[in-house]
Structure formats: C-alpha cells, structure tokens
C-alpha cells in the first residue's frame, strides 16, 4: 500500500528530492497537524476551578502562566491525539501555580508536562 507522499515521489521523478520531501511534509502538517485546542491562561486566578474538555482526535494545548492560573483545575485530555500542559511562571511571585492541577490522558497518544513551579502539586 503506497502512501500519498511515496506515490508522489514515484511521479515526480524530474523534481528534486528536497522539493518533493519538502512538500510531503507540508501536505501532511496540513492534513494531520493542522487543527489544535488551545487554552491560555495568563492573568491573575485565570482559569482556576475549570475543566479544560479537549475535543478528540485533536491536539490539545494548555498554557497556564498567570499567578495562581489554572489552580484546582482539571485537563481532560483528548482521545486519540497528543496534549501538553505548560505550567510556566511569568515571574518568580507564582506559588501557586498550577496548584491541584488534575491532568487525565489516560486515552491520549502522548502526555508531555512542562512546569517551572510547584511540581509537586501536580496529580
């Protein structure tokens, strides 16, 4: 079974290689990468107490940089595609970010956490 780009590939044997890989890569981002939830949450309490719902089968991306954003908070991952969770200070003057933050990927395909506070308050 030949996929979209190898088919390309044996059509286009007068293009150069580079142009046609180049062009492989941008048809895939733009059929499997194109489409993503984001949720930011950069100001003071935001997004405290919510329940961020990813829709499936679409990368999901939360961003909590605010002091105290995204405290007690849950993530609801997406089923069937990656989700990373952005815990990243601002400033120094932010104890409590991200503080009770609840993340449930247990049916994504990837999980990746970057904090830069409070660690260990993450379940």
């Known amino acids: ?31 499997y990468m194109g489409s993503a939830t984001v949720f930011e949450c950069a100001d003071h309490s935001e997004c405290s107490h919510e329940i961020f719902e990813c829709a499936a089968n679409e990368e999901c991306k939360v961003y909590c940089t605010g002091d105290h954003a995204c405290k007690q908070s849950l993530v609801q991952c997406p089923v069937n595609a990656p989700c990373s969770v952005h815990c990243m200070a601002d400033d120094t003057n932010s104890e409590s970010l991200c503080t009770g933050l609840t993340i449930n990927a247990t049916l994504s395909t990837h999980l990746s956490v970057k904090a830069s506070a409070n660690w260990d308050t993450l379940r």
């Not at 293009?15 to 492989?24: A, D, E, K, V, W």
């Open 1 to 31: 079974k030949q996929t979209l780009c190898s088919r390309r590939l044996n059509r286009s044997r007068n293009m150069s290689t580079n142009r046609s890989l180049l062009l492989c890569t941008v048809l895939y981002w733009m059929l």
